[in-house]
C-alpha cells in the first residue's frame, strides 16, 4: 500500500514535444505528491508539487495535473528541450513524513 | 544560502568495514532524512531524525544507524558492509513537519 507506481520507465520525445508521465499510488493517506529531477551523479532537484485538494498546478513549463478518485497523477513537460533530458521521479509523502518514489522516467530530448 | 551538503562524495570500502557519512541540512531546516538509491532505481527511505532523535525508520536493518547532532547535522553509520550497500546515499533536510524536502549531492559509496 504504500508503493508508487509510474511509467514510463524510459521516453524518447523530440524538441518541443510534451513527454508525459504518469503515477499511481494506492495509501489514501498521502497528502503530498512532489516530482524530483536527477541529473546523473547528482541528487533529486524538487521540481514541482501538488497537494490533493487541487486537480492542475503549473510552473513555467511543468504542469501537474491530478486525478483524486483515480489515486493518479502526471507530470507533463510543455516545450521540452535537450536540457531537460534527465531522470523523473514522482513521490508521495504523508504531512512531513517519509517520501515514497516511483521507479523513475529517463527521459531523453531530441533536438 | 547554502542548500544541503554531504560529505564525502565517493567513497570505496570492503566488506565487513564500517563507514559513517555526514550531512548538514539547508539552512533553516531542523530535519534530517536519509535515503538509499541503488543504481537505476528512486530513493528508499532509511530514517528520518528530528530534535536528535529517529522519529521514523524505513525497512532497513540494524546495520544502518544514524544520529542528528545539536546543529541539526547528522551523521550515517553503516557496519559490516555489504556488497549491496553499494549505493548513493542521499540526505534530505526539511522544516519541521513540512512536507518539502530538499536533497544533497549524496555520497556514492562502493563496497568491493
Known amino acids: 500500500q504504500q508503493q508508487v507506481k509510474q511509467s514510463p520507465q524510459s521516453l524518447i520525445v523530440q524538441k518541443g514535444g510534451i513527454p508525459i508521465i504518469n503515477c499511481a499510488y494506492e495509501?489514501?493517506?498521502?497528502?503530498?505528491f512532489p516530482w524530483y529531477q536527477q541529473f546523473p551523479g547528482k541528487g533529486p532537484a524538487l521540481l514541482i508539487a501538488i497537494r490533493p485538494d487541487v486537480s492542475e498546478k503549473k510552473e513555467g513549463r511543468f504542469t501537474i495535473s491530478f486525478n483524486k478518485s483515480a489515486k493518479q497523477f502526471s507530470l507533463h513537460i510543455m516545450d521540452s528541450q535537450p536540457g531537460d533530458s534527465a531522470t523523473y521521479f514522482c513521490?508521495?509523502?504523508?504531512?512531513?513524513?517519509?517520501?515514497?518514489f516511483g521507479e523513475g522516467t529517463q527521459l531523453t530530448v531530441n533536438p | 544560502d547554502a542548500g544541503v551538503t554531504q560529505s564525502p562524495t565517493h567513497l570505496i570500502k570492503t566488506r565487513g568495514q564500517q563507514v559513517t557519512l555526514r550531512c548538514s541540512p539547508k539552512?533553516?531546516?531542523?530535519?534530517v532524512s536519509w535515503y538509499q538509491q541503488a543504481l537505476g532505481q528512486g530513493p528508499q527511505f532509511i530514517f528520518q531524525y528530528y530534535e536528535e532523535e529517529e522519529r521514523q525508520r524505513g525497512n532497513f536493518p540494524d546495520r544502518f544507524s544514524g544520529h542528528q547532532f545539536p546543529n541539526y547535522s547528522s551523521e550515517l553509520n553503516v557496519n559490516a558492509l555489504l556488497l549491496g550497500d553499494s549505493a548513493l546515499y542521499l540526505c534530505a533536510s526539511s522544516r519541521g513537519s513540512q512536507e518539502t524536502q530538499y536533497f544533497g549531492p549524496g555520497t556514492r559509496l562502493l563496497v568491493l
Open positions: 513521490a508521495a509523502e504523508t504531512s512531513g513524513s517519509r517520501l515514497t
Open positions: 539552512s533553516g531546516h531542523d530535519t
Open positions: 495509501n489514501t493517506a498521502f497528502d503530498y
